[in-house]
């Protein structure tokens, strides 16, 4: 079974420009989440879906962040525009059900704003 | 915030040892996840301990939690270089859905 799919892996741009990142989750999974992972923070989540509904976006550092989920396959996190502090890997998991299922992670995107 | 914190931050051991690493955390949980990192890959989930268990054993590991001390343990017995990677417990409170994540212990094992 394929499991959850983001890309692109890496992306290297320079501050200012628009970066997007997507996630496709595992079919049939109703939860998706966004978490941002960086060696002084650790790993964050910053915004949770619910049947492609958002939950709680509390964890979306500013307004330059913004995620849409337009239907139960695929997800966008758009950063606009980016500075060179958004650098870190970007990861989307997905989860079938309630909270005691594990989530299921992508491999993530290296994220480098020069 | 960080719900939960791993220890030690790091380890080092020989291939056959055990290893142990400990999650200690701050609020009331639902359950209590680990899971495992390799090195520029996602994380993949190892093991759910719920508040009503004390022990639990998947494999060659075992996972125990005291919620009186509010700590957990993972152990894994007869180590591979293989099972080298961050680990990283992570835990719900109340009725929340977010799982929030230690900072994770990285793991060597020298064949």
């Known amino acids: 079974d394929a499991g959850v799919i983001q890309s692109p892996r890496h992306e290297v741009t320079e501050m200012g420009q628009e970066v997007t990142l997507r996630c496709k989750p595992i079919?049939?999974?109703?939860?998706l989440f966004w978490y941002r992972q960086t060696m002084m923070r650790g790993l964050e989540l910053l915004i949770y879906?619910?049947?492609?509904?958002?939950?709680?976006d509390s964890g979306m550092p500013e307004d330059r962040f913004s995620a849409k989920m337009p239907n139960a396959s695929f997800s966008t996190l758009k950063i606009q525009p980016s500075e060179p502090r958004d650098s870190a890997v970007y990861f989307c998991?997905?989860?079938?059900?309630?909270?005691?299922?594990?989530?299921?992670f992508g491999d993530g995107t290296r994220l480098s704003i020069l | 915030s960080q719900q939960g914190e791993e220890d030690p931050q790091a380890l080092s051991i020989q291939e056959g040892e055990n290893a142990t690493m400990n999650c200690s955390y701050k609020?009331?949980?639902?359950?209590l996840q680990w899971y495992r990192q390799n090195s520029g890959r996602g994380l993949v989930h190892l093991i759910l301990?719920?508040?009503?268990?004390r022990e639990k054993h998947s494999g060659r590991l075992r996972v125990t939690l005291d919620t009186s001390k509010k700590s957990s343990s993972l152990l894994i017995t007869a180590s591979r270089a293989a099972d080298t990677a961050s680990y990283f417990c992570?835990?719900?409170?109340?009725?929340?859905?977010?799982?929030?994540f230690g900072k994770g212990t990285k793991l060597t094992v020298n064949p």
């Open positions: 998991a997905s989860r079938d059900g309630w909270g005691n299922q594990p989530q299921h």
């Open positions: 079919s049939g999974h109703d939860y």
């Open positions: 879906f619910n049947n492609n509904v958002p939950i709680d």
């Open positions: 609020t009331s949980i639902n359950n």
């Open positions: 301990i719920r508040s009503n268990e």
């Open positions: 992570a835990s719900t409170q109340g009725g929340s859905e977010k799982l929030v």
